[in-house]
């Protein structure tokens, strides 16, 4: 599944951020590609901004995938709604369920693959994740412009930067969503910003398989331009 409604202002004006292009085609197709390109992905779901189905479905068409089967619902306006109403057109009988930021257009199959394998062998919940290369510092938020004071700095050999897709069993994924609908629906819900935080919040654990470093998320233009390199690389060394 792929959530693909939002707008993406951090990429600037003008189309979606899954709309925008790269190497020619839209980040929500090289998006489809990665995940089409896994033999255990039999469908791929496609949660598009509410007044753009029409426009994905032709998008998609007009860019061939391989003979997979890719479906294309509204999504709603959250990521979380999104994912829930992609959830929804999901065949019941489907035991494992991903879920792929449009904006990480090149993950390689392999991390595809590994996620998948790591729920077939029992996992309910999976994230690939790398390193961090950086230290981290914790920091006391302060106004715009103000410097922030340290609070500590956590051990980096413990932190994870989490990548998608992520994988999940379908009756798990379905059983947080439930939750934090009906707990919004009376005026809570849980603060987090992926579906593996769902988990966590409910009590499930979640594990770690490794990611790449060419499943970066394409935010800012400054990803736009390394996404570009990194695809220009991929197809002068074997045709990608």
């Keep these: ?50 007044n753009g189905v029409a426009e994905v479905v032709g998008l998609l068409d007009s860019h061939g995938l391989d003979g997979k089967d890719v479906r294309v619902v509204a999504g709603g306006a959250t990521r979380q709604e999104s994912v829930r109403l992609g959830l929804a057109a999901i065949p019941e009988q489907t035991e494992i369920v991903l879920v792929h930021d449009a904006a990480r257009p090149l993950v390689p199959v392999e991390v595809v693959d590994a996620v998948i394998g790591a729920v077939r062998g029992g996992a309910g919940a999976v994230v690939p994740a790398v390193p961090l290369a950086d230290t ?13 004071p340290v609070l500590d700095t956590p051990d980096r050999a413990t932190l994870r930067a989490v990548q998608t897709p992520q994988g999940f069993r379908r009756e798990l994924l ?64 074997d045709g990608f």
């Design 1 to 50: 599944m792929v959530p693909a409604a939002g707008r993406g202002e951090r990429l600037g004006p003008g189309a979606p951020k899954a709309l925008r292009e790269l190497g020619g085609a839209p980040l929500l197709v090289h998006a489809v590609r990665a995940l089409a390109r896994s033999r255990s992905v039999g469908l791929v779901v496609v949660a598009a901004p509410p």
């Design 136 to 148: 981290v510092k914790r920091v006391e938020p302060a106004e715009a412009g103000r410097p922030e």
């Design 174 to 237: 379905a059983e947080v969503h439930a939750k934090a609908l009906s707990e919004a629906a009376a005026g809570g819900g849980p603060a987090v910003t992926d579906d593996a935080g769902l988990v966590e919040w409910y009590g499930g654990q979640v594990v770690v398989v490794p990611g790449h470093e060419e499943a970066f998320k394409v935010t800012r233009p400054l990803d736009l331009v390394l996404a570009e390199a990194v695809l220009a690389r991929r197809r002068a060394s």
